[in-house]
C-alpha cells in the first residue's frame, strides 16, 4: 500500500517511523524541551539521523486538560520550523487542529497534515481539499480540554473504526484522493486507559478497512497504566514495545517520541504469512451437518497454527463455501484464509503445514480433488521464489474466488509480493465461486 504525501510516497509493506517534534511550552511529557527554533530543527535532523522518515511538528500541546493557544501563536511557534526542515528536503507533517495554521504549513513546505480532531471542522477539510497533502485522521471524543471527562462507548473498537472510515469517506467525498488518507484510532484522546487498551489491541479491525493505520502510542498514558510506569518520560522502552506490537497488527505509520529505540525495537518486526484454507471432505459429519463440520476441520487446523514456532495468528477471515475448481466431480469447500506474523523460513513452514494436513487426514490421490484439509502459503511478505518444492506468491492466488474475497476482507486491496494486485483478476473471470457463510 501506498501513502501519498505530496512529493513522498511511503510504502507501507515496512513501518514508517514519524518522530514528534513539540514546538511547544505545555507537552504532557516534554514540554520546553526544543521551543528554541535551533533546538528544534537539531532536534528534527537528529531524529531523521536516526531513521524517523517524517517529522511531525506540533504547536498546541494536546495534553488533556490544556490550554488552547490562539492561532497567532501556533503559527509563531511552528511555521518557520516547518519551512526549516522543508527546505532541507525533509518530509514535514503538521499536528494541528486548526485549518490556518494547517494552509499556513502546507504553503511553508509540509507535506502532511495530522489532524487531532479528525477533519471535522469544514475549514480543515477544504485545507485537504486544496493541497496533496498527505492526511492523518485522528478520532478524538470531544476537545483536548474535556476528552477526559468520562469518555463512554458501547464498543470502542467499533465506535473509533466507523468514526473514522466515516470521516475519511467525507474527504473523499470533497475530492481528496484514498491513497493520501492515514487513520489514527488516537490512544488516549477520549479514552480512558482500559479503553485504548481495548483499541490497540484490536488494531487489526482498522487494518481492514483499506487504509494505512498510525499508531500514536508513544509516551501515552495507558502505558503507565499497563506498565506502572508514572513518569512520561521513563516509557519509552515500553512505548517501543508497543510499537512493535501494533505493526504485528498491521499498523504501516509509527509516531514516536524516541525515534533511535523505536527503530531498534520494529527491527524484531516478523514478516507477514497469508494461509489458504480449505476442507470440502468432513471426516464425522450427520446429515445436514457437513457444512458446520468442514467448519470444524479447519478451526482445529487454525488451532494447530497457533501452536507453530514464532509465530502469531492476527487475523481470520469469515468463512466461505465456493464450488469446485479444477476438478469439478466433488463436494463443495468451505475456505478461510489466515494472516500470521511469522518467523519460521518458507520452505521450513511448508512442512509444518504439511503436518497439520496430514493429522486430518489428507490423502493426495487425485489432482485438485477432495481434501480433509488444505493449507496453502499464498503469499510470504517480500519473499518471491519458484522451484519443485514451493513457489511463491502461490501462482494461482489471483484466479481463486475461494482466495481473493477471504483475502480482500483482512486486506484490502493488497498487492502480492511479486507485485500483482491480488484483484487484478475480474470477479466473473475466477474459478471457484464463493460466497461468505
Given at each position: 500500500?501506498?501513502?501519498r504525501?505530496?512529493r513522498?510516497?511511503?510504502?507501507t509493506?515496512?513501518p514508517v517511523?514519524?518522530?514528534?517534534?513539540?514546538?511547544t511550552p505545555?507537552?504532557?511529557?516534554?514540554g520546553?524541551?526544543?521551543?528554541?527554533h535551533?533546538?528544534a530543527?537539531?532536534?528534527a535532523?537528529c531524529?531523521?539521523?536516526?531513521g524517523?522518515q517524517i517529522v511531525?511538528?506540533?504547536g498546541?500541546?494536546?495534553?488533556?486538560?490544556?490550554?488552547?493557544?490562539?492561532?497567532e501563536?501556533?503559527?509563531?511557534r511552528?511555521?518557520?520550523?516547518v519551512?526549516?526542515?522543508?527546505?532541507?528536503g525533509?518530509?514535514?507533517s503538521?499536528?494541528t487542529?486548526?485549518?490556518?495554521?494547517?494552509?499556513?504549513a502546507?504553503?511553508?513546505?509540509?507535506?502532511?497534515?495530522n489532524d487531532v480532531s479528525?477533519f471535522?471542522d469544514p475549514?480543515?477539510?477544504?485545507?485537504?481539499?486544496?493541497?496533496?497533502?498527505g492526511?492523518?485522521?485522528?478520532?478524538?471524543?470531544?476537545e483536548?480540554g474535556?476528552?477526559q471527562?468520562n469518555?463512554t462507548?458501547?464498543?470502542?473498537?467499533v465506535?473509533?473504526?466507523?468514526?473514522?472510515v466515516?470521516?475519511a469517506?467525507?474527504?473523499e467525498?470533497?475530492?481528496?484522493?484514498r491513497d493520501?488518507?492515514c487513520?489514527?484510532p488516537?490512544?488516549?484522546?477520549g479514552?480512558?486507559?482500559k479503553?485504548?487498551?481495548?483499541?490497540v489491541r484490536n488494531?487489526?479491525?482498522?487494518?481492514r478497512t483499506?487504509?494505512?493505520v498510525?499508531a500514536a502510542?508513544s509516551?501515552k498514558s495507558?502505558?503507565?497504566?499497563?506498565?506502572?510506569?508514572?513518569?512520561?518520560a521513563e516509557r519509552d522502552?515500553a512505548s517501543?514495545a508497543?510499537?512493535?506490537?501494533?505493526?504485528?497488527l498491521g499498523?504501516?505509520?509509527v509516531?514516536t517520541?524516541?525515534?533511535?529505540?523505536?527503530?531498534?525495537?520494529?527491527?524484531?518486526?516478523?514478516?507477514?504469512?497469508?494461509?489458504?484454507l480449505g476442507?470440502?471432505v468432513?471426516?464425522?459429519?450427520g446429515?445436514?451437518?457437513?457444512?458446520?463440520?468442514?467448519k470444524a476441520q479447519?478451526?482445529?487446523?487454525i488451532?494447530?497454527l497457533?501452536a507453530?514456532?514464532?509465530?502469531?495468528?492476527v487475523?481470520?477471515?469469515?468463512?466461505?463455501?465456493s464450488e469446485?475448481?479444477?476438478?469439478?466431480?466433488?463436494e463443495?469447500?468451505?475456505?478461510?484464509?489466515?494472516l500470521?506474523?511469522c518467523?519460521?523460513p518458507p520452505?521450513?513452514?511448508?512442512?509444518?503445514l504439511h503436518a497439520i494436513?496430514?493429522?486430518?487426514g489428507?490423502v493426495?490421490?487425485i489432482?485438485n480433488?477432495?481434501r480433509?484439509?488444505?493449507?496453502?502459503i499464498?503469499?510470504?511478505?517480500?519473499?518471491?521464489?519458484?522451484?519443485e518444492?514451493?513457489?511463491?506468491?502461490?501462482?494461482?492466488?489471483?484466479?481463486r474466488?475461494?482466495v481473493?474475497?477471504?483475502?480482500?476482507e483482512?486486506?484490502?486491496?493488497?498487492v502480492?509480493a511479486?507485485g500483482?494486485?491480488?484483484d487484478c483478476?475480474?470477479?466473473s473471470q475466477?474459478?471457484g465461486k464463493?460466497?461468505?457463510?
Open positions: 500500500m501506498i501513502w504525501c505530496s513522498f510516497e511511503f510504502d509493506k515496512m517511523v514519524m518522530g514528534i517534534l513539540n514546538v505545555d507537552s504532557f511529557s516534554d520546553g524541551t526544543h521551543a528554541d535551533d533546538e530543527v537539531a532536534h535532523l531524529m531523521v539521523e536516526e524517523a511531525d511538528v506540533g498546541e500541546s494536546t495534553r488533556s486538560g490544556a490550554e488552547p493557544v490562539s492561532v501563536e501556533e503559527k509563531a511552528t511555521i518557520d520550523v519551512r526549516a526542515l522543508a527546505e532541507r525533509l518530509c514535514v503538521i499536528d487542529r486548526h485549518a490556518e495554521v494547517a494552509r499556513a502546507v504553503e511553508a513546505g509540509a507535506s502532511i497534515v479528525g471535522r475549514a480543515m477539510v477544504d485545507v485537504a481539499r486544496s493541497c496533496d497533502a492526511l492523518v485522521v485522528v478520532h478524538m471524543q470531544g483536548p474535556t476528552m471527562e469518555p462507548y458501547d464498543d470502542v473498537v465506535e473509533v473504526r466507523d468514526y473514522l466515516g470521516q469517506a467525507l474527504l467525498q470533497a475530492g481528496v484522493a493520501r488518507i487513520l489514527d488516537g490512544p488516549g484522546f479514552k480512558t486507559p479503553q485504548t487498551l481495548e483499541l488494531l487489526h479491525e482498522l487494518v483499506g487504509y494505512p498510525m502510542l509516551r495507558y502505558i503507565g497504566y499497563a506498565y506502572h510506569i508514572d513518569d512520561p522502552r517501543a508497543e510499537a512493535l506490537m501494533a505493526c504485528e499498523a504501516s505509520v509516531r517520541h524516541n525515534v533511535a529505540a523505536t527503530v531498534q525495537a520494529l527491527k524484531d518486526l516478523r514478516p507477514f504469512v497469508l494461509l489458504g476442507c470440502n468432513a471426516l464425522v459429519a446429515e445436514g451437518e457437513e457444512q458446520e463440520a468442514k479447519l478451526n482445529h487446523a488451532g494447530q497457533c507453530l514456532p514464532d509465530s502469531q495468528i487475523d481470520i477471515s469469515s468463512f466461505y463455501e469446485p475448481a479444477y476438478y469439478v466431480d466433488q463443495p469447500f468451505v475456505n478461510a484464509v489466515v500470521m506474523r518467523g519460521v520452505k521450513e513452514l511448508l512442512g509444518y494436513e496430514n493429522s486430518l489428507r493426495r490421490e489432482e480433488g477432495p480433509t484439509c488444505d493449507v496453502d499464498l503469499d510470504y511478505q517480500m519473499y518471491v521464489c519458484a522451484s518444492e514451493l513457489t511463491l506468491p502461490h501462482p494461482r492466488v489471483c484466479e474466488d475461494f481473493v474475497k477471504p483475502l480482500l483482512l486486506l484490502p486491496g493488497h502480492l511479486d500483482m494486485p491480488v483478476v475480474p470477479e475466477r474459478v464463493a460466497v461468505r457463510l
